[in-house]
């Protein structure tokens, strides 16, 4: 077992994609998550890899798109403005099968914002990330040690599926520190890039004059062939739903609050979950998704079946909560969703409170359905 | 016994072009294949294709191909040179891709001095969208977005893409060349191989631009396209070598780049010499 | 490590979680001090977490950071009441005063309450000391490290972890940097503890 180490999220992240074989950065600053960046140039090139502080989020998105294309582990990090940047080379890295790592270190939007931690790219993240049909993958860390798991499993199911794979993590998660063990130091060594048995068979790596030549496009002009690849596209997506969705569960198997939330807000949630099951009368559950896209949309409606009313906690406006409503509707249970936006995080007295709260409501009314902004109920 | 003179490159594929009669993409795919061939680079080489006319060059060249999003192929050219040292990567791109909505990813990757070669078709027009007004549209010059000629006080001024990358420290190598008469094609080509050496070189940044005819959007004849670039377009971007490290380092006993790894592709044979290109070139019907 | 010392460090944690908030302004090594305090938690066998303001609070003005400290996995790393607070400066003081716990402790430097601690103002608080670390420092030791005699008059306080555990954690940060300023960081909390102890 590896020696457990203290590191910041961002830190951490880096060093896990590292060791999961990231041999290309590139990178734009932008807070919260310029630590990535510094990492990755201070330690990629020792890893025989390379970094590059790109011109701009855009061309960081592009390169990765380019070293993608070579079957390289290749990956790029941005806050909330720097990925609607990158949304251009996302829809394309998709659109070409290409695996790759996107890191979005959320901060509060919309426009430029505030710098302080959010979740309001879930939409963006699992419905739109850039134009066309097509889907990422979203696996979303909720402690520092997820951070690190997260980079090496990102890269694991993006080349297996061969689509490109997202870390949602927020401002909190990047600038926080945990003790973490890190991933093994995998065997893969720089030399191994130019192996060309350990080489996908669809990866650019030139032709050696030995081969047919390769092409990896994203145009496809004849309506009736570029169907077909999104049909094919989207079979895909089945399985992956079908096989990679994650969640996490704690607590009694019977709630009557079913808790749903994701990201930083489940750590806040969890302590007051834990205050709350250490009273009498209320038995609340945590239900966390640790992915985001596939949605673990089965597991929360089996989990959901034995609650009495759902409350869902966000650093956002709902977003998070069309998936939790979507995927519990045929039940049906009431659901509370409390909202903070603009940079606010609850504090675990906040979480508390809207926990006793949505239970009050529910003891008057089984029905109600409540909506906070912040402490205020609309 | 007759002797075969005039062969299809091994770097281009037997395929058809799609590009229009009279249109010069044809014949810069062609020399630029000629020289993947006598530098025997095909095999070690990606190449980058953009948006435009020349998208589907991906279809044409015998190498390996990734299409880029528009304006991005020197990013994703740095992307494949960056993860495959080893590799060679030129990437075709025309005026629009690079010069507008791709500046900021050319200027940079010739800062870097990245080592690729770029192809910089410039036809003063978007020739894929049907003929708009392109970032090198000349003066007075009529398109679908400038009807009545580009005006500069509402629709800006030329970009001489090749003066503007001369002054950074980055590129080897940069030259405009004219592709408008038959007498010009061996120097066409030979400032073509001395860029693609550049890389073989582990120069760093070297650029092409090419002069180039769009007879259909310019609604010429064929002929009419050649005489306009020889008349018009020489007169706005005048052809000539801009950059050349070879050349200085040749003098100075000076070379590499920054930043370069060693290749394992093949030794480079001599530099072609270039220097600016014959100001008494006559236009012959 | 002795791993056999490490159960009986656990439990002396003063509650569990153990809340920590940090405070000051850029450049009294806030979240140095809080780094100094997690890494010697995690020598120590402990869960904890540390999370920084960030942001242009970093540029100027107040920085603060968060510190908890558990047997078990940190649950919430953001605390709304902290149970020790280690302030450096008055307006830390008064902009974060109201977070400390009932019966919580305040070690603070004497430029937090410049007019003396006024017992109506501490809201609470169980104990509360302030030494003139920043001043001391100063003296003594010629630069600003009264975070890290802060720190030595921590382990005199509670004991989370000794002095020597500190100083363990301070070669493993600053070796690298400087062994001049290893020194007299390790001298500042040398120095720190003996202000406490003869407090």
Known sequence: ?378 | MATVSYERPEALLDVPFHYCPGCTHGITHRLIAECLDELQMTGQTIAVASVGCSVMAYDYFACDVVQAPHGRAPAVATGIRRARPDRFVFTYQGDGDLAAIGTAEIIHAATRGENITVFFINNAIYGMTGGQMAPTTLEGQVTQTTPWGRNPAEAGNPIKVCELLATLDGPAFIARVAVDHANQIHQVKATIKKALQCQLEERGFALVELLSTCPTNWKMSATEAMRWVHEQMRQQYPVGVFVDRLREDQNSGRGGSAGGRHLSGPSAPEAVGLTALPAGYTHKE | ?199
């Open chain 3, 1 to 199: 490590m002795s791993k056999d010392l490490m159960p009986q460090l656990k439990t002396l944690l003063p509650c569990d979680p153990y809340r920590i908030f940090i405070c000051g302004s850029g450049g009294d090594g806030v979240l140095f001090t809080g780094k100094l305090l997690a890494q010697a938690a995690l020598r120590a066998g402990l869960e904890l977490s540390w999370l920084p303001s960030y942001g242009p609070e970093m540029r100027g003005g107040t920085a603060n950071c968060s510190v908890v400290l558990s047997r078990q996995a940190v649950a919430s790393p953001i605390i709304d009441q902290a149970d020790l607070m280690l302030i450096f400066n008055q307006a830390a003081w008064l902009k974060y005063g109201a977070r400390l716990a009932p019966g919580g402790l305040i070690l603070a430097d004497q430029s937090a309450f410049p007019d003396g601690v006024d017992e109506g103002d501490l809201k609470g608080a169980g104990q509360v000391h302030v030494l003139a670390a920043k001043q001391e420092a100063a003296a003594h030791l010629g630069r600003n490290l009264g975070n890290m005699l802060l720190l030595g008059a921590l382990t005199e306080l509670v004991p989370l972890f000794s002095a020597a555990d500190l100083a363990w954690c301070l070669q493993q940060s600053l070796t690298a940097k400087s062994t001049a300023l290893l020194a007299q960081n390790q001298q500042a909390i040398k120095l720190g503890q003996r202000l406490m102890a003869g407090d």
């Open chain 1, 1 to 378: 077992m590896e020696e457990r180490v203290l590191m910041k999220g961002n830190e951490a992240l880096a060093e896990a994609a590292i060791r999961a074989g990231c041999r290309c950065y590139f990178g734009y600053p932008i807070t919260p998550q310029t630590e990535i960046a510094a990492y990755m140039a201070r330690h990629m090139p020792k890893a025989g890899g390379s970094f590059v502080q790109a011109e701009s989020e855009v061309a960081a998105a592009n390169m990765v798109l380019g070293a993608a294309a070579t079957g390289t582990r290749a990956m790029t990090s941005s806050s909330s403005p720097g990925i609607s940047l990158k949304s251009e080379a996302l829809s394309y890295i998709a659109a070409s099968d290409l695996p790759a790592l996107i890191v979005n270190v959320m901060r509060a939007g919309p426009g430029l914002g505030g710098i302080q931690p959010s979740q309001g790219d879930y939409w963006q993240a699992t419905r739109a990330a850039g134009h066309g049909d097509f889907h990422q993958l979203v696996l979303a860390p909720a402690s520092v040690q997820e951070m690190a798991d997260f980079a090496v499993l990102a890269f694991t199911l993006a080349f297996k599926w061969r689509m490109p794979a997202m870390i949602l993590a927020d401002g909190t998660l990047g600038q926080m520190m945990e003790p973490l063990y890190l991933p093994k130091r995998p065997d893969r060594t720089p030399a191994d890039r130019t192996n060309q048995a350990a080489e996908p068979d669809w990866a650019l790596t030139g032709t050696l004059n030995r081969r047919s030549h390769r092409i990896i496009n994203s145009l496809v002009l004849n309506p009736a062939a570029l169907e077909a690849s999104v049909f094919e596209r989207f079979a895909r997506y089945r399985q992956v739903q079908a096989q990679e969705a994650r969640w996490r569960y704690e607590g009694p198997e019977d709630p009557d609050v079913l808790v749903v939330c994701y990201g930083s807000v489940s750590r806040i949630y969890k302590q007051a979950i834990q205050a709350v099951n250490q009273e009498q009368g209320l038995r609340a559950g945590l239900f966390r998704p640790q992915t985001l896209w596939p949605f673990p949309a089965a597991e929360l409606a089996a989990k959901a079946k034995h609650c009495k009313k759902i409350l869902v906690p966000e650093l956002s406006m709902g977003q998070f909560c069309d998936d939790v409503k979507l995927a519990t509707a045929k039940l049906p249970k009431p659901v509370a969703l409390a909202c903070r936006a603009g940079g606010q995080v609850p504090t675990p007295a906040e979480a508390l409170q809207r926990l006793k709260q949505t239970w009050a409501c529910w003891l008057q009314d089984q029905e109600q359905e409540e909506v906070y902004y912040g402490d205020r109920q609309l």
